[in-house]
Every structure is written in structure tokens, then in C-alpha cells.
């Protein structure tokens, strides 16, 4: 048996702490608004940041992170694998106390609680649930797909305190699927109080469990057990909510924050600035246009600095290869175009990027700038970023001391521009090329991103050449009847990370996705690149054990760097923003995926707020810790 960690790990957090508490208010309540209120208290059977709030705080996990996005332990003390890497064998901390609304003892968690939420996500197809298949736990592909039972999956407590997970194919990136809602502990006990049939359910059918699932989806706050450093003394549906410390939680003395306490108000992106300029709140929303005034006025400038990046969310420019849009649009004209790969050169080294991040964050668009679809601060090997791998630093066209754009090159986009017209031109492709480019009105600047990439692109490779239509789509269901309806032929898309591996960044362009829709061309050349690609994909996952994790980590950045090389993809950056708050971020844990960011244990109140200058001195200590420490 391998010991992967022990809790001598502890010690990074003493290693890596970053910033100390610039010193504590008098007050420990945590004071802020909320404008849309939690669709379910069910934390099992959700995947919404708004509805991850509450169970990131309430809840305990497996695992947690430090403030660098190492793995320490939680609710596990330890953990083993076998020699294959297939079984998963973790030792739990004993007497775990559940709690009910007012913080009173109810219950002591063991290995069974976790085993009753893989068993009810799993039979409901929970949200969420799919990340037992993405972990690989054996079974859950079968079950999920409606043709295996409960029996079969590899979820097992050997004792109270010792519980074990049985995978189908090794999964290097397993333990950074245990901070995802699904993979929560819910006390049999405590679902025994939504439906008193619950002791019999290994006798009960899909409609069975269909029902149970409603029932828990509308289970109350009084009713529900809590786990972790809080726990839900209060929930009034569009009024507020507060979380107040766990005096039974295992980790006590780290949270700081004695209470965290929401308000609602539909307007609170409109009215928080204002109250927490008055000492009203610890936090407010800030946008774009309301943090450049506050910078600019010296009254308020020090109340405001940027959000904190994090890579969980990755955007690009897709290029649609199987457009179902109207033809006023000349789709099969765009097919002609798209499959060209002179043409999707021409558009990426023509594309200003950089200005176009100015647009909604002027002051940090070099820092949300980025060259790879993989963000910066994901993963890393032998001390070396991902995005920062050698194949991807010789893509670049540009030198990186001048610009942090490596693509934007109007001569190279020319000759580009120039060889498409010769080819698509003998193909019988008409000019100008029609690009139909939507946006969504509801999100903040996209009208006006969209608006500059019609005016820059066709200001530098013509009018003649292609003919930028800006569109705006529906305010609802813009994902399903845009992006995955077909209705565009270049669109800016996002994409988030489900746990900490190159792989969940190839989930996009995999077969049958919805994004870009590259497998479904019908052009030769086009499906040569992405077989090839896959065939990369498909040999980088083949390193799987956990001493592999170097050449995981390359063939999966050549697999990447293939489809940008291509023009498959335009890379684009990562989101930014402003934040008004009396937190450093710094201080709370860090991960991209699950739970992390949400929580507010370790964190203190400053006296004062955290202004620009504070925060960039304590983000450059930050990378320096994170880029020194083992993990990624």
C-alpha cells in the first residue's frame, strides 16, 4: 500500500500562509446582500454557486485545500491506495458530530453517511452526479446510464470510519473530485425524516426513488444536519439567511467569522456600494463602471481592488463547424469558409484579443489575457505552469516582453487572408464570408466586445473579405438555442473545470459536445485534425498512475497546442472584475473546482478593506508561494 497523505501535511499551511490579518474588526458577522435566492437546500442534487453558498460552509468534505491549492485533510485524516491505483481506502476522523439549526448535536458521521449520498445521487441521477463517472468510480457510468444497480458501484464502508472507493480505471485527479456537492455526507438518519419509507428503499423502484428525490429537494433548514464549520440557524425564502459557527465542528479554531449574514434584495448589485461605503456591509457587488469611478475619486479609491482569479472558468472564440443557423446567413457558405484553415488563421492573428478584454476590465485585461484554453494557476510540473509549457511558448508570433498577446499579427493574418481567398475562391466560395456573431444581452459588455471584433477584424482584412453580422440572441435560453442549437458562426464560449487535470479542458472539443461541434464536419481535411487530436487525447489520458502525472501533463499541452495550431480554437482569457470587501482573499482556500473559494473558514475581517495596492502585493506573494510549493 502507497500512503498518498497524512496529516504531517498540515504543515504547508504554515509554509505557504500568505498574508496575516491586517487585524480583526470588533465585529465577527460577515454582513452582504444576495439578489436571487437558493432554488433548493438539497445540497446532493444541485451544481449552482448559488446553491453551493450554503453546503460549502454547512458541509464538510473529505478533503480540503490550503490557501495554495494543496490537498489536506478534512473529514479523512488519511488515505491509500492499492498498487493498481484502483482502490481508494480512507480513514475517517471519529466522533464527527452532525448538528441541527441551533447548533445542537444530532448525530456522529461515519463512513455509512457517505455511501447513503452516492447511493441516493446516483439513483436519481442527481446534479452533479456525473462526477462519479468523471472519478471513475465503478459502477456509476452503468447506473447513471439507467443499466446497473447500487450494488455494483464502488462505494463501500468497510466500518464506521473507514471508507473505501473501488474505480474502474485509474484516475489520477480522483482526490480533486471530493470537494463537489455529490461527494458530500448526508446522515441516513436525517433523510429517514423526509420520507419514513427511507429504511425500505432497497425494495423501491425508479419511481420510487423519483419521488424521494422531490421530497428531499424541498427538505427545510430545520430539518436538515450540518457537518461543517457553520450551520443554518436561519432561512426565510427572499428575506435572508444566516450561517453561524459550528462550536462542534473538528476544525473550530480556524474559523474566525463567528456568523455570516445574507440579506436579500433584488436590486443588491445597485444599493450594496453605497451601503457598504457606510459601514452597512462587509462586502458589495462592483461593477465595471461603478470600480473605475470609485478609482478615480480619492474618497473611495481604497475601498475597492480587483476580484481575485481564479482559473475555473476558461473563454475562447469557437468556430461553428456545423452551423444550423437561417439562410439569409449562407450557412453552407460559412462550411466552405470554416473548414479552410487559412481562414480560421486569418480571424485568429487578426483578433486584438488584448483590446477586446479592455473592454469590460481596462486596468487588469493583461492579466486576464491568456495564450492556452488551460488557465494559468491550473495545474503545473517540475515547477513549470501548464500554460507556460515550451509547446505552447512556441506557438507564439510575438515577443512576450512586448506584448502578453502571442497571436494578434495583422501582416501574418493578411497573408493568411490572402491564401483563403485563392483557395475558397477556386472551391466556389462567395465574398464576403457572412460570420454571424451573437451575443447575450443579459451579460455585462458583450454587446460592445462583439461590436469591436466586427470593427477591428473586418477594419484590417476588409469589408470584402468577410462581413461581421452582430447579433443579439435571447436573454433566456441563450446556451441552448445559441451555442447548442447552432444558431452562430463565430461565438465567444466558456468552460468549466470540474476538477484538477489537462483532461477537463478537453471535455469541450470531445465528440458529440456541444461546443463547436468540430467532429460533425464533413470536410476531410478538418476531420484529419481532429481524429489526430483525439488520438492525442486519448494517449496523454493513457498516463494514469500517479508518478505519470509529467508526461500526463506535456501530451495533454501537445493535444492543446495541436488544435490552436490549427486554428481549431481561439484562446481568449479568463473572467476578472472588482471586489469591495473587508476579506483578503488570500487568506481562504484555494482550488478552482468544487467548493473551495466559497468557503469562509480561515478568513478573518479586516478593520479596513483591502484597497488595489494590498491586494497586488499580496497576489505577487501568492504566486511566488504557490509557484515554491509542491502542490499544483
Known amino acids: 500500500m502507497k500512503k498518498v497523505l497524512s496529516l504531517l501535511l498540515a504543515v504547508l499551511l504554515a509554509v505557504g500562509s500568505l498574508v496575516g490579518c491586517s487585524g480583526n474588526s470588533n465585529s465577527t458577522a460577515y454582513r452582504s446582500l444576495y439578489s436571487a435566492d437558493v432554488s433548493k437546500l438539497n445540497y446532493l442534487n444541485t451544481t449552482t454557486t448559488n446553491d453551493m453558498t450554503i453546503p460549502a460552509n454547512c458541509q464538510e468534505c473529505l478533503i480540503e485545500y490550503d490557501t495554495l491549492g494543496n490537498v489536506l485533510p478534512a473529514l479523512a485524516t488519511e488515505w491509500t491506495t492499492s498498487e493498481d491505483n484502483l482502490t481508494w481506502t480512507f480513514t475517517l476522523r471519529q466522533d464527527v458530530k452532525w448538528v441541527n439549526n441551533k447548533g445542537e448535536e444530532v448525530g456522529t458521521l461515519t463512513a455509512h453517511d457517505f455511501v447513503a449520498a452516492a447511493e441516493y445521487a446516483l439513483n436519481v441521477n442527481a446534479d452533479g452526479a456525473y462526477m462519479y463517472e468523471e472519478a471513475m468510480v465503478a459502477g ?85 444536519w450540518y457537518c461543517g464549520a457553520y450551520y443554518l440557524s436561519e432561512y426565510l425564502e427572499g428575506e435572508r439567511y444566516t450561517m453561524v459557527k459550528n462550536e462542534l465542528y473538528w476544525d473550530k479554531d480556524k474559523v474566525y467569522i463567528t456568523s455570516l449574514e445574507n440579506t436579500y434584495n433584488r436590486e443588491a448589485s445597485t444599493i450594496s456600494g453605497e451601503m457598504y461605503l457606510r459601514g452597512e456591509l462587509e462586502s458589495a457587488s462592483i461593477t465595471n463602471t461603478m470600480a473605475q469611478s470609485w478609482l478615480a475619486d480619492p474618497e473611495t479609491a481604497d475601498y475597492v481592488h480587483p476580484s481575485r482569479i481564479t482559473p475555473s472558468y476558461s473563454y475562447f472564440f469557437s468556430f461553428n463547424f456545423d452551423p444550423q443557423f437561417d439562410e439569409e446567413y449562407e450557412p453552407d457558405n460559412w462550411k466552405l469558409a470554416v473548414n479552410n484553415e487559412n481562414f480560421r488563421k486569418s480571424i485568429m492573428y487578426v483578433m486584438n484579443r488584448l483590446g477586446a478584454t479592455m473592454i469590460s476590465d481596462e486596468n487588469n485585461a493583461e492579466t486576464l489575457l491568456q495564450n492556452t484554453i488551460t488557465p494559468a494557476d491550473f495545474v503545473a510540473s517540475g515547477g513549470q505552469d501548464y500554460s507556460d509549457f515550451d509547446v505552447f511558448t512556441a506557438l507564439s508570433v510575438n515577443d512576450a516582453s512586448v506584448t502578453k498577446d502571442a497571436y494578434f499579427n495583422e501582416e501574418l493574418a493578411l497573408s493568411y487572408r490572402d491564401a483563403a481567398i485563392e483557395e475558397l475562391t477556386a472551391e466556389g466560395a462567395s465574398f464576403p464570408v457572412i460570420i454571424l456573431l451573437p451575443y447575450n444581452p443579459s451579460v455585462s459588455d458583450w454587446d460592445s466586445e462583439c461590436l469591436y471584433v466586427e470593427q477591428q477584424l473586418e477594419g484590417l482584412l476588409g469589408s470584402d473579405y468577410i462581413d461581421i453580422v452582430v447579433e443579439q440572441g435571447p436573454t433566456q435560453d441563450f446556451l441552448s438555442t445559441v451555442r447548442r442549437g447552432g444558431q452562430y458562426a463565430l461565438l465567444k464560449t466558456n468552460w468549466g473545470c470540474d476538477y484538477a487535470d489537462p483532461l477537463t479542458w478537453a471535455a469541450p472539443f470531445a465528440e458529440d459536445n456541444s461546443y463547436a461541434k468540430m467532429d460533425l464536419s464533413e470536410d476531410p481535411e478538418t476531420q484529419a485534425i481532429v481524429q489526430e487530436y483525439y488520438e492525442m487525447v486519448e494517449e496523454a489520458n493513457s498516463y494514469a498512475s ?69 491586494f497586488n502585493e499580496a497576489y505577487a506573494k501568492w504566486q511566488e508561494d504557490r509557484a515554491a510549493s509542491t502542490g499544483n
Not at 196 to 210: F, G, I, L, P, T
Not at 558 to 574: K, N, Q, S, T, Y
Not at 589 to 605: D, E, F, M, N, S
Open 140 to 224: 456509476a457510468a452503468e447506473i447513471l446510464a439507467g443499466e446497473g444497480s447500487f450494488e455494483d458501484v464502488g462505494v463501500r464502508a468497510v466500518d464506521d470510519h473507514t471508507l473505501e472507493f473501488t474505480l474502474s480505471d485509474p484516475c489520477p485527479y480522483f482526490l480533486t473530485c471530493l470537494t463537489y456537492g455529490c461527494f458530500t455526507p448526508m446522515s441516513a438518519d436525517c433523510m429517514s425524516q423526509v420520507d419514513s419509507d427511507y429504511a425500505n428503499r432497497a425494495s423501491w423502484d425508479q419511481e420510487d426513488w423519483d419521488l424521494f428525490s422531490s421530497e428531499l429537494d424541498a427538505i427545510d433548514y430545520t430539518q436538515l
Open 546 to 614: 500517479a508518478d505519470q502525472l509529467d508526461e500526463r501533463y506535456h501530451a495533454f499541452a501537445e493535444a492543446e497546442a495541436f488544435l490552436i495550431e490549427h486554428a481549431m480554437v481561439v484562446p481568449f482569457g479568463v473572467s476578472g472584475g472588482y471586489s469591495a470587501s473587508k476579506l483578503n482573499p488570500f487568506e481562504g482556500q484555494y482550488a478552482p473546482y468544487g467548493v473551495a473559494t466559497l468557503r469562509y473558514k480561515g478568513q478573518h475581517i479586516l478593520e479596513e478593506p483591502m484597497n488595489t495596492d494590498a
